[in-house]
């Protein structure tokens, strides 16, 4: 089970290698969108610091939103994830190695830039720890709902914005205290609370999004 | 136990259409089951409904006499399935795409020669290492084709194997499909032309739209 999970992993990792142009757009658009909001709102450090959080989370869940159709999609236009469906491992391996794969390639990047682009609103470093804290729970809760998403709406036309109109309000939660931890180290408060809720709900979207996507590939490909 | 395939009753809807009812057949080892009709009769229907990837509206398939969807995994084991999509991938070169499968089909890592031995047979040397974009459609055909070589199944479901194939690339899939049915395997394919195997024992199917 575990080599396949790790199968799976290696196969998607190499194929978002040779694909590299896509992933790296998903990557700039996050960078662009977060850099517009100092530029268009100004030099107001007051104002920056309130609406940061708010403004990195949202880019973060768009961000992850575009490259949902990557998880699925291409796979099943060529054919390959019927193969994958018939590997002799439970579907939910299969699945959850394509998740994890989409948070190393989408998620991960993102993590690792979002204190750089956090400087830009003069986040304090302390805030800047959650932040990073906040998107490592966060990203790959979204990486598990939008794959349930995308999953879903497999081979329909026009599937992008549906998964965004399934996917956004189901990341919501995520959205609220993710943006809450960073708020409140901001304004010197704790944010423990707001973190073990975003562990709390990755955890389960870990236990049950894995399942339940497996379940709509299986409708999606009669 | 020698492996038995068996359906029984099988019913196909699609869209509100009944596609076939009632169609029962019994594959052993060593025989090949033709699957013909024209277009829309549900040709792939039936080869999707034998790997487990569309349920049949009534009926049920039996592999050793137990149902396949109890089965799952251990069924799976079993199964070498060859789609209308071929499942290759672009970005992947062809040695590539056969590793990935390898690994994934059967959890191990290939070796070397397996997969160039695989690549040769289907008249793929010296491809190994192109991207599987630049091969052109016959040749993506072969690779897809080589899967069945490098994983050893005793069953396998091909659609449309013939595809895009030349004359050579069609003799070179009748000679693979006669040994696999010598090795005591069975396969299930859709033609439009007879494949005319001399090996084993072949029996046909003719969907008729209803």
Known sequence: ?222 | MSPRLEAHALECVRGGRTLFQNLSFALEAGELLEVTGPNGSGKTSLLRMLCGLLAPAAGHILWQGKKISSLKEEYLKELAYLGHAGGVKAELSAAENLRLHCGLADGRRPRDEQIGAALARMGLDGNEARPAKTLSQGQQRRLALARLLVSERALWVLDEPLTALDSTGVRLIRSVIEEHLKAGGLAVLTTHQPLEVSAGRVGQIRLVPI
């Open chain 1, 1 to 222: 089970m575990l080599a396949t999970l790790r199968w799976v992993i290696q196969r998607d990792a190499m194929l978002a290698w040779r694909g590299r142009a896509g992933v790296l757009s998903t990557l700039l658009f996050f960078v662009i969108v977060v850099s517009l909001f100092p530029l268009g709102v100004g030099p107001e450090l007051n104002v920056l610091r309130t609406i940061a959080p708010g403004v990195v989370w949202v880019a973060a869940l768009l961000a992850s939103m575009l490259s949902l159709d990557r998880v699925f999609s291409h796979d099943y236009l060529d054919g390959t994830l019927e193969q994958l469906m018939l590997t002799p491992q439970p579907l939910s391996v299969v699945v959850l190695g394509k998740i994890v794969a989409h948070w190393l390639v989408t998620g991960a990047p993102l993590v690792l830039l979002a204190p750089v682009l956090g400087l830009q609103f003069d986040v304090p470093p302390g805030a800047l720890l959650t932040l990073v804290a906040s998107l490592v729970l966060g990203t790959p809760a979204l990486s598990l709902i939008g794959a349930f998403g995308a999953a879903l709406t497999l081979g329909l036309r026009g599937g992008g914005v549906l998964v965004s109109l399934l996917v956004l309000p189901l990341c919501i939660p995520v959205l609220i205290f993710g943006a809450g931890a960073v708020e409140a180290s901001i304004t010197g408060a704790s944010a423990e609370s707001h973190l073990s809720l975003l562990g709390a709900m990755l955890i389960l979207a870990l236990l049950f999004a894995p399942w339940a996507t497996a379940a709509a590939l299986r409708i999606s490909m009669e």
